[in-house]
T-cell receptor, first 112, second 111 residues
Framework: DGGITQSPKYLFRKEGQNVTLSCEQN?????MYWYRQDPGQGLRLIYY???????QKGDIAEGYSVSREKKESFPLTVTSAQKNPTAFYLC???????????FGPGTRLTVL | QKEVEQNSGPLSVPEGAIASLNCTYS??????FFWYRQYSGKSPELIMS????GDKEDGRFTAQLNKASQYVSLLIRDSQPSDSATYLC???????????FGTGTQLKVEL
């Protein structure tokens, strides 16, 4: 089946720890995105990548890092520098010529 | 800062009625517009996309776009309880490489 997978579904982190969220797609999409969603709010863009080995900061990149070593994978690391990381994290992808983004199931991160 | 504005609701409609969801955007360069449905605790799923002025129909859903007024709407006919969700409006920015999302409108369809 084609689609976008994110793991884990739920993640708990202690303060001061770095954690990495996985995002994989087998849609052969060129572009991938990371968003953060807080309760009652819309989606805010963290980072995006249009091609392998290249990525750009979104609106709220501070405290996060990404890599794009393979077309199908775009992991997000939430570092200890992110002061309020508890949120729902969504990964999305789109084909190169289109502008429609499709979302994975999300990872809910909670800082204990 | 390019923005997409939506009324947060909740918008309550009786079962079988027409639900009307509205959205305005600030970036006149936006060319593509999207409506996503998001159930509580789940990820957004694409409902409709629209690129040209006018109406676009898909089953019970109709998207309307007015670029002069910078206004997008979504009509849901014969609303069902299963339509109860948050509807996110999004507009393309950055030459189509990014989307800007509104905060969403919560729709409640009551029996």
């Amino acid at each position: 089946d084609g689609g976008i997978t994110q793991s884990p579904k739920y993640l708990f982190r202690k303060e001061g720890q770095n954690v990495t969220l996985s995002c994989e797609q087998n849609l052969n999409h060129d572009a991938m995105y990371w968003y953060r969603q807080d309760p009652g709010q819309g989606l805010r863009l963290i980072y995006y990548s249009q091609i392998v080995n290249d990525f750009q900061k979104g609106d709220i990149a501070e405290g996060y890092s990404v890599s794009r070593e393979k077309k199908e994978s775009f992991p997000l690391t939430v570092t200890s520098a992110q002061k309020n990381p508890t949120a729902f994290y969504l990964c999305a992808s789109k084909a190169g010529r289109g502008d429609t983004q499709y979302f994975g199931p999300g990872t809910r991160l909670t800082v204990l | 800062q390019k923005e997409v504005e939506q009324n947060s609701g909740p918008l309550s409609v009786p079962e079988g009625a027409i639900a009307s969801l509205n959205c305005t955007y600030s970036d006149r360069g936006s060319q593509s517009f999207f409506w996503y449905r998001q159930y509580s605790g789940k990820s957004p799923e694409l409902i409709m996309s629209i690129y040209s002025n006018g109406d676009k129909e898909d089953g019970r859903f109709t998207a309307q776009l007015n670029k002069a007024s910078q206004y997008v709407s979504l009509l849901i006919r014969d609303s069902q309880p299963s339509d109860s969700a948050t509807y996110l409006c999004a507009a393309s920015t950055g030459g189509g490489n990014k989307l800007t999302f509104g905060t969403g409108t919560q729709l409640k369809v009551e029996l």
